[in-house]
T-cell receptor, first 111, second 112 residues
Framework: AQRVTQPEKLLSVFKGAPVELKCNYS??????LFWYVQYSRQRLQLLLR??SRESIKGFTADLNKGETSFHLKKPFAQEEDSAMYYC?????????????FGPGTRLSVLP | DGGITQSPKYLFRKEGQNVTLSCEQN?????MYWYRQDPGQGLRLIYY???????QKGDIAEGYSVSREKKESFPLTVTSAQKNPTAFYLC???????????FGPGTRLTVL
């Protein structure tokens, strides 16, 4: 069965320090992975997706099929990065396509 | 994201009552989804729909029902059969083929 895990519920780093939010998945098909972010009092929104291979707000994520991981990284954390981060896997079934979300990691960037 | 509205923002219900949460979109997206968000559990899929008059159960559909009579609307009814309904409910939409989802602001349901 498809599953997404995020081992850290809470991650605290100091401003300017590197940050890595871990995400692992299990899926028998070809994975499409996403990172969503929810800032305080804002809607859940897409941060980045692996097929785009882009960097958003300084964040990058590389899909490692061998390790079934899609960790989110940023070399220098900023206070405005404090938010809830969700890793998500797009899965298809006989009906259509939906998404499986991880439990989320709350990132706190300290001044 | 401004094209997805959920109402009400806060909802209180007595035990044993059914309640309906509204989700409307003007993005012309075919797919719509309902999730439940609980601390430490992330988002769990309740129901989703790819087309009008059709929908599919998600992982935690028991105690919930939906309808999709119009492309723009996907209301969720939380029935009295739902054992633990107090939660934050999120509606989302997506194009087909699906590349990403867009989320509404959410409804917080509290059962008294």
């Amino acid at each position: 069965a498809q599953r997404v895990t995020q081992p850290e519920k809470l991650l605290s780093v100091f401003k300017g320090a590197p940050v890595e939010l871990k995400c692992n998945y299990s899926y028998s098909g070809s994975p499409e992975l996403f990172w969503y972010v929810q800032y305080s009092r804002q809607r859940l929104q897409l941060l980045l997706r692996h097929i785009s291979r882009e960097s958003i707000k300084g964040f990058t994520a590389d899909l490692n099929k061998g390790e079934t991981s899609f960790h989110l990284k940023k070399p220098f954390a900023q206070e405005e990065d404090s938010a809830m981060y969700y890793c998500a896997l797009s899965v298809g079934d006989n009906y259509g396509q939906n998404f499986v979300f991880g439990p989320g990691t709350r990132l706190s960037v300290l001044p | 994201d401004g094209g997805i509205t959920q109402s009400p923002k806060y909802l209180f219900r007595k035990e044993g009552q059914n309640v309906t949460l509204s989700c409307e979109q003007n993005l012309n997206h075919d797919a719509m989804y309902w999730y439940r968000q609980d601390p430490g559990q992330g988002l769990r899929l309740i129901y989703y729909s790819q087309i009008v008059n059709d929908f599919q159960k998600g992982d935690i559909a028991e105690g919930y029902s939906v309808s999709r009579e119009k492309k723009e609307s996907f209301p969720l009814t939380v029935t009295s059969a739902q054992k633990n309904p107090t939660a934050f409910y999120l509606c989302a939409t997506a194009t087909i083929p699906t590349d990403t989802q867009y989320f509404g602001p959410g409804t917080r349901l509290t059962v008294l």
